[in-house]
């Protein structure tokens, strides 16, 4: 696959922007393309259950996330970040073992779609309540911190309404008064599901709160993958050098539904009509094509390739087992002795 | 035909429209109607009474304890039941406090999306009725149907207590009921589901159900069990459960939350207290697994009791 | 006494500035003495169980916040609170009742200290955890605004610690996105129990946390009265006229211990030295005698009249019968005929 | 002589001492000592090793979680169990369900300082053991002696799972003993705290000293109780209480916690359900009484179950 073969996880970063650029460009293309697999999948019934929450628009300020975090770096992902998941080296069948509910995936089955992650390789598994994985960053930090470990960062994702969630603030509180090398990337794509910027708060910018936090406060037009790249990527520089926890805005427009089952009907007009409510990925193509860094015959080589990945990863995951009641294990706890009511099968405590 | 959903809706336009101290906050509840459409409509009909609220569900309850203090009945739909957590304090040391602390009353109602359905997984299929009853102060509501959701959000709303109601998300859909019922049994009243001889199973939102089909299922083998719906979880109608239990002599306690503690606890304990020498054998329960609940439909359905597993305890139950 | 008599509840502001801070002067001292008596009540022993925080050098503060308010509005005061909440309206002897643990007191011996209160007359009664009752605030400001109640406005008192809460954050932003008449008052005395600022949060001011929320911010001389009854008024007065929620922040030191058990010796001698160090009763009777508003005959006046009345209050209140277990109602609902086990004496649920 | 607090204390002291993994985080832990002096001298003794938190509880758990899954072994101290309810989301849905989810374990120790004092009121004297009971994943210890708290403190911090520590207010400075243990019942296992023959009192935490009382006064007239120290809610040794139950065929289960649910709602459903046979008169229970926990010492004492109400229980419970 493209992911191990051409695209080394945690390449060191290119010197060359155009080549990062290229990259980057390349895992937005993988995430739309896997995502609009899922959402057929999921339409066409049957293989998928569940919510089906889709980044469209958001991969470049995602994939300028993923891409500048490196090995041994912390990345706690929300619900549309298929395509820093990627840059991030999560692999593309993590991501369809999930939602097909494969008992080979990393969840088993437990949970599913975009509650996936392996903790040990730095990739939180969010848990659905808005604001709570900052905290868990915060602390993967802290031990870095005890265990010596130095220079690495640890990335959060959130949308414009979990900044109105206590653990937002408590968590973002703490990264300043730990001067931790957080990395909080919100981004504001207008809503939080139906609810507009105007019900969920009254400042002129998000990033104006950094202030209220004594942290660094960066804006970024979250549909200019150049930009995403450039801004994400000094943010994370500075945490990385010690500068302390980092907040980055970016602002864009949610393209789809809030799931696949919402219609969207509620999204504003004119918003669409606005540079915010452009593709980022329709943008980041035509600049690729501008600047000459990519033609149009490459790009479309490009989109085969995605296309032949995701085929085969759906068709793979398609044919792995769903788990077993039977066989599985119903434990909660890893000291096995402790667990109650194992074989009584539910029939008590 | 009405759902169960439609109903709870039909409730809060009842409410809306006869008393001009109810009003609704949660997410998207406006005019979105709600991540369920329980509120659909009504932000168009009750312009300024049904309102979105931002994520913060500790200041949405902390609000609308607010209102009531200053004489409103707030409904706070919470989006799934599991986002209490992060409201929890203000709920169970705020509301349920007040009114004895100070002899305010405290008069909110805070809509619980609960329980399982396929595909939700750990984090938007909680049952937390258990939670809130070990506090003092609250009032747990759990209707099993649809006119008990019409009906018992009606009372919740007009009752002078905090009220936590549990409304079960897998019965929003399915359930369908002729029409809307203009009397129903009181709060704090069980109601027998289905008369029975030889066993008495209590349970309570959804779990009536699967109970009432494993029932059907033993009837056609001669057995007959009685269901009890006990509607309101607290306060927990005792005496039904033992009257029962005086005419069947034995008892299964179904719930579909977790097994330490919760509703089954609370049941047999109280039968083994108030009515040991009714039973002629070890009265069970019957609960979810362990664990946190699954995404995934094969497991889910082996998480939580089914009609299935219900008939194979009552049998057990009979055999002893 | 002089809380009904001379000082009617929630007098119209004085057009007279040297009047109001007369007025506010006598509720500090009012506020002192009650604390040293409780203080020495509690020390003696037997009398008073359970914490006794205090609220010395922080009675301009709090003063300020009590007097700006009127019949009608809603104030929710913390543990530091005794003079706004004398100047608010609460009698002496609610204080000295729930104190003295009288069965007679607003909590009838069901909550005690600081934990007082009368929702029906708009003073709040808090529960400990901190940020809490901030968004009960906006609930009774969201009523005024329902049954068409028009300028009211109501205050809520906050530490520099309370700012790390979760709770803190979700409400002053509902508070600003329903634009509501809240001032927020927040007294950073330097100090949350024995924790200090720099392990509390990173911002260079509390202040700056305003405009992460879109409000209005003032800042205020926690330890000056004539300058906070100016900042509070005019902040409350903004609020009333529908300038939305307010954030004053005010300077000072705690002067005493967190609580009567804590001897504060952790508190950092410079500070002690520092202006914020001053006694904001010291410096208003300076004040007045430099104005010549009061000389100090008529301030040995006011304190004789403070003396007497805390000791007409503690006397009566240790009359006061205790709550009586046997006669005591153990029900939680207001609704009685829900309520379980109320005649089994707790046998069972 | 060295007291429960100075157990927890040394238990602390131990854990940073013999393992690197170990960190403490609270309110005024650090230098301080922390509001109980639980960790008096630790901040000066481990240097950069007991950290003062912000005034924020949900980041302080959720932070200790990702260090544990970085390797590190988290104490966190609530200043009061009380405000563990702001902190409760990620107890309950980030550390139980992490295990489960992942594969990861999340060994974390969280202390909560636990029960009534006199005078403490309705916000610095619950007992939560129950709510966090209900939810898989987590284990909740309940230390009634010195012993336990120094042995199962250390087993917590020990442990690979999320432990809930609930720890006496109200035995902090009053319980004493002659040493620390070397060696202790593994974790899991209750104690029988008195051999008995008439009946058998199942308890736990300040309450077993109440119940040791109570059956002290019984012994003068003749009556043998036993009692029975849980040390552990969950896991819940039904063994040792089902063992000591069929030599006394008497039960009463007492626990200082509300009366819906809870441990003594758990602890007679499983002696109802798999000890039915072995009981000669109906089981009984004692919990506080369901309101909030009183300021005042007088009305406080009677909340609670007490060395006397737990004779008059045992009389009737002897009697029936
Ligand atoms: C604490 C909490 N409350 C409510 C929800 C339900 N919920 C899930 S996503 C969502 C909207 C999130 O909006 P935003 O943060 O802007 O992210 P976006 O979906 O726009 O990317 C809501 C309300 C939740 N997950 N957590
Ligand atoms: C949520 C919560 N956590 C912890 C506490 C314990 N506590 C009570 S007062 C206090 C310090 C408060 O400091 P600050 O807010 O600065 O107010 P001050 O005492 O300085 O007036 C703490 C930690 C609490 N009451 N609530
Ligand atoms: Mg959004
Ligand atoms: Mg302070």
Known sequence: MLQSAEMPRHTVKASDFSETYRRAFRWMLLARTTEEKIASVFRSGGKITGGVFLGKGQEAISVATGIALRNGDIFAPLIRDQAGRLAFGESLLDCTLTYLGARSGPMRGRDGNVHRGRPLEG?????????????????????????????????????DGATSTGAFHESINQAAVENLPLVLVVTNNQYAYSTPNDRQFACADLVDKAIGYGIRGHSVDGTDLGACLRVIGSAVELARQGEGPQLVVATNLRLVGHGEHDDAHYIAPHLKEMPLGRDSLAVAEAELLQNAWADSETIEGWTRDSISQVEKAIAHSLREPS????????????SRHLAEGLSSNGSRG | MITYLEAIREAQRQALENDPRVYIYGQDIGAFGGAFKATKNLAQSFPGRVLDSPISEDAMVGSAIGASLQGMRPIVEMQFADFSTVGFNQIVNQAATMFWRTGVPCPITI?????????????????????????PGLI????????????MLLEAVALDDPVIFCEHKYLYFHLKAESLPSEALPVGRARIARAGRDATVVTYSAMVHEALSAAEELSTQGWEIEVIDLRSIKPLDTDTVLAS?????????????WPWGGVTAEVLARVATDGFNLLDAPPMRLNSKDTPVPFHPNLWGTH?????????????????
């Open chain 2, 245 to 257: 239990v005086a005419r069947t002599g034995r008892i299964l306690a179904v719930g579909e939350a």
């Open chain 2, 304 to 320: 939580r009791p089914t009609a299935q597993t219900i008939v194979s305890a009552l049998r057990d139950l009979l055999r002893l």
């Open chain 2, 111 to 135: 809509r619980l999306p609960s329980g399982g359905t396929p595909g939700s997984g750990p984090f938007h299929s909680q049952n937390l009725e258990a939670l809130y009853a070990h506090y």
């Open chain 1, 123 to 159: 990739l939180l598994p969010m848990i659905s309540h808005l604001g709570a994985m900052i905290s868990v960053v915060n602390g993967m930090l802290m031990a870095h911190r005890f265990q010596g470990k130095k220079n690495t960062v640890g990335a959060a994702s959130l949308g």
């Open chain 1, 323 to 334: 788990p077993d009641p039977a066989t599985e294990d119903w434990c909660a706890l890893s």
């Open chain 2, 140 to 151: 747990l509501m759990t209707p099993a149907t649809v006119e008990d959701a019409y009906s």
